[in-house]
């Protein structure tokens, strides 16, 4: 009986893995691609009220287009103020 699980838990974990890499190739050739055209930096992906902030996550979860960035469990879309009440400096 765990034997279907396990082979249907194998092949997620291969998929994930593919999908990782596949993911990780794009942001390779985009970096090139803007050293090229000469952006050095990228933009940071944190708002500007939670620089510092110990309860930022910024972590995005869900699929193709469907993707959503988690900011914190406070504000899931970011604080659209300058300062946000409930930051707390990150230990």
Not at 2 to 31: E, G, I, V, Y
Not at 73 to 89: L, M, N, R, T, Y
Request: charged share 25%; with cysteine.
């Amino acid at each position: 009986m765990n034997a279907p699980r396990n082979a249907f838990r194998r092949a997620n974990d291969s998929f994930r893995k593919a999908d990782h890499a596949s993911w990780h190739r794009h942001q390779s050739r985009l970096h090139i691609l803007r050293s090229q055209l000469g952006f050095t930096e990228t933009s940071p992906s944190r708002p500007k009220s939670c620089l510092g902030c110990e309860h930022y996550h910024g972590v995005a979860y869900g699929y193709g287009d469907r993707r959503q960035l988690l900011i914190c469990g406070f504000h899931p879309f970011g604080w659209e103020g300058e300062i946000c009440p409930d930051w707390s400096e990150a230990l």
